[in-house]
């Protein structure tokens, strides 16, 4: 009797506890619940304490999809139809998964080549699905070849070490990513060749490179021009060569065909990400020493924990989602490479990563709904899901983008009241007023957001307009002034040359 | 002949150039208090120019802010120029005194300030693209000052032009002289003021325990 009644007193006891971490938890904000603090830059590059655009929901293991535990995973892939393409690298296979990414659609290990007989993967490192053709497009990192599949696993086309005299045939042949374009030309990354991507044509054959990046201006870079432009031929073999660092992560604007680059490489600052087009030529080139990820390299101990991007992702609505391996952070841009939002971390926790481990990220949905980031230490997949700021800021910036600015004004006046901190907004606003006419409050907010351009803009329009509201009292002012100037003159002229009088009875002096 | 009261003698100082201070020096014109408003002028013209311009000039972010580089660009300046040309120039048998030197560089300033004022009134009128206008008046006022200054020294010494010119080259180098020797004496001053602040903080410990 004595133990029932303690059992139901430590019973309460343990409901009121519980109650109580309820009651504040709900009095915390949203952001709390992240194992990181969410933060992003204002406009002298300090970094500031944000609201979260994204937060982590779950992560996703083998075994939690149904099947043994991921092995190194390397890539992630969505199609157009929302399935997931998860490349299980140490396991040698490759998983389609369904678009609420809980369960095993159909896995890849074994295919069926034209002549019949079975191939299996080995160690495979990228995948790609055309959204033109449903094809697959596989980069077999150790076959030493790119396979080119239908959904059901019978091969098409398998690409193998180009003959050409272009290809220098002392390389190898080791496909780490790969995609196609709308033209069905296929895009080869190679870990060893900085001239750029191997280009195929839609029937296999090698046309070339693309997309490498440029040199890095540096003082031994032009050093170097220098040397080379006096030296001989023979004195010129034995010069070191400026090249140039290789991109090792792509994706396609499935929509524009522009071709997004990332490049990881830490020696350097030129060409992180470039957004190229079918003919080679970077549209990011006057932006090419953009930082992208973090604008400050940390110094600890002796080690830079700089900014590494080890994958990139165009989003159904532009977005360029930068996946930076070193913090475990993903870097949202949006298609003018304006910075969104910064989420993720090294840690434990769900929305943290083993540090230098994160090999891919993908997005999904119209306006970038969720973002998955693929941990290869951890061998899981962790979602993130927008929350109700980051719906807000996509759609204002997505109106904002698309020259819409009268309509992005509700939408950004909501951003700013849930973050005072968020610049973009304030341009925004600026922009609106601008298009509205209201200039005086456009200049407000572009000085608020600090934009001078912006204000100067505002100004000129506020000022004729003033002047054309005020024309007739400054004409009659300026008229005034004159006259009474031209009067005054008279009297003090008369004043002085008047005849001079002997006071009368009735005068002062 | 020229009876002039004090404000007077600015303005005719201001619009002859090349015998203003001729006639100031001559009659014995000018004083130290106008010395004093024009220092104190130009360092409010300094922190207009870059704080109370229009915001399509200069915007500069507000969590920045410091009162000594603008004393440093007014009153240090001014007199590390006044110190060094009486040195200079007591050498090179002038006549000036240093406190005709003040008097007839501070008057030579007056332009300069000027410009400065209708700049910041110009910048919340004007838009970037007639960004001209502002660059005439800055042009106007530093040549005029120039002129006024190079005059104010020929006519403090009662020099000839070539001789003026060597003595501002040599000027400008006893600034930075005087200049690097203050900062050497101040780091100089703060290391024995360190120096002594711990010898007695020891034996306050010494004297306690």
Known sequence: MKTHLRRRLMQSAAAAVTLLYAASALALPASADEPYDVYNYNRLGEAVPSQAGYLAERSVSGIDLGTTALNAPSDLFKDQDDFFYLVDSGNNRILKIDSEFSEIVQVYSEFTMPDGSKTKLKNPKGVYVSPDTGLMYIADNENARALVCEADGKVVMEITKPESTVYDQGLTFLPQKILCDNAGNIYIVLNNTTRGSAMFNADGSFIGYFGA??????????????????????????????????????DIDTETGFIFTSTSAGSTDTDIVKKVNP???????????????????????????????????????????????????????????????????????????????????????????????????????TVFTQTVFGEIVHDATEKYNGGYYEEALGPWMEVLKRDGNYRRAYLGVSSAYYNMGRYKESMEYAKKADASNRYNRAFERYRSEWLREHLTVILLIIVLLIAGGWGLKRYLRWLKTRPKRKPGFWDWG | MMDYTQPQWVKHVLFHPFEGFEDLRWKKGGTLKYTAVILVALFFALIALDRWCGFQFRPLPDTLFSVVPYIMQSVVYFGAWVLGNWAICTLLDGEGTMKNIAIYSSYALIPYVIQAFLEVILSHVLVRAEIVFFDLVYYIGIIWTALLLFNAIKAVHQYTFTKTVVAIVLTLFAMLVILFLAVLFLSLFQKVYVFFYSLYTEILYRVRV
Not at chain 1, 225 to 234: K, L, P, R, V
Not at chain 1, 310 to 319: F, K, L, Q, R
């Open chain 1, 279 to 381: 003919e080679g030529y970077n549209l990011f080139s006057y932006m090419s020493n953009y930082i992208w990820g973090d604008l400050f390299t940390t110094w600890y101990s002796g080690t830079s924990y700089k900014t590494r991007i080890v994958d990139i992702d165009i989003g159904d609505d532009g977005s360029i989602n930068c996946l930076d391996a070193t913090t475990g952070r993903v870097f949202q841009y949006d298609e003018e490479a304006d910075l969104l939002f910064i989420m993720g971390a090294t840690g434990d926790q769900v929305g943290a990563f083993t540090a230098g481990n994160v090999t891919a990220v993908e997005t999904k949905g119209k306006g970038c709904e969720n973002i998955y980031v693929l941990d290869a230490g951890k061998g899981t997949v």
């Open chain 1, 213 to 250: 990046n440029s040199v890095a201006q540096t003082a031994t870079v032009i050093a170097n021009h220098f040397w080379n432009a006096i030296a001989s031929e023979e004195e010129k073999r034995y010069r070191a060569r400026s090249t140039p660092t290789a991109f090792d992560n792509f």
